[in-house]
């Protein structure tokens, strides 16, 4: 986080019950003007993810949300998947919510390194996250960190607010402002490609490339799935 602007932790401490609603109903996880005619909400994105991993293999959610509605859908269909989120309601919420996963998920804070082990996943979601950190410490450490933890070979889902500066909206969803940092192609592919991650091309069809949608508030959001050399 960013020592000048709070981005969103307060917001997620007033508002977990709520997002976890909202994140679970599907509320604002419908995709608008998609790139890619096949992308049309988060489902998509974790039908795609399961195409490209081992089955049951292991996976973090990085950023899970209040509620961990991700981890608790990859945990269903089998894999060993963990999530961490900055703030503590978040997590709190996830285990009210989905007691299977309690000992799943856990508080981190994406701005400074991750306990995992080296090319311990198989798999690192990373969704709708880095609009929350400060772009120093999201290409100085966030990205580098999440590389470091995937297997060789392992997938990287990576979904980010594109522009340059900071944006302010009013998310009709909450009744409130919202602020978001943003970021461009360029200098996401340039860390992520410094680290050995390949962006996984589209073929027949399939979900690939560098996909753009634009989301209810409405924000306009870049997705990417990326390879790890070896």
Request: glycine share 10%; proline share 5%.
């Amino acid at each position: 986080m960013s020592s000048n602007l709070d981005y969103s932790e307060s917001f997620y401490r007033d508002y977990a019950t709520r997002y976890a609603e909202v994140s679970h109903n599907y509320i604002q996880s419908v995709y608008i003007n998609s790139s890619h005619p096949a992308l049309k909400g988060d489902d998509d994105l974790l039908d795609r993810m399961v195409e490209l991993v081992p089955e049951g293999g292991r996976g973090l959610d990085a950023g899970c949300g209040s509620g961990a509605r991700d981890v608790f859908l990859y945990w269903q269909r089998g894999y060993d998947v963990y999530g961490v989120d900055a703030v503590d309601e978040n997590i709190q919420e996830a285990r009210r919510l989905h007691p299977e996963i309690a000992d799943r998920v856990a508080v981190a804070d994406l701005s400074l390194p991750l306990s995992h082990p080296d090319g311990s996943m198989d798999f690192v979601l990373c969704n709708a996250v880095i609009q929350h950190i400060a772009p120093e410490k999201t290409l100085g450490t966030t990205i580098p960190e999440l590389v470091r933890v995937l297997k060789p070979g392992g997938a990287l889902q990576f979904m980010f607010k594109v522009g340059s500066g900071v944006a302010t909206v009013f998310d009709r969803d909450y009744g409130t402002d919202r602020s978001f940092q943003l970021y461009t192609v360029d200098e996401v592919l340039k860390v992520l490609e410094g680290h050995g991650m390949t962006v996984i091309p589209e073929e027949e069809g399939k979900l690939g490339g560098i996909m753009h949608f634009t989301d209810p508030k409405p924000m306009e959001h870049v997705v990417l799935f990326a390879r790890k050399a070896g």
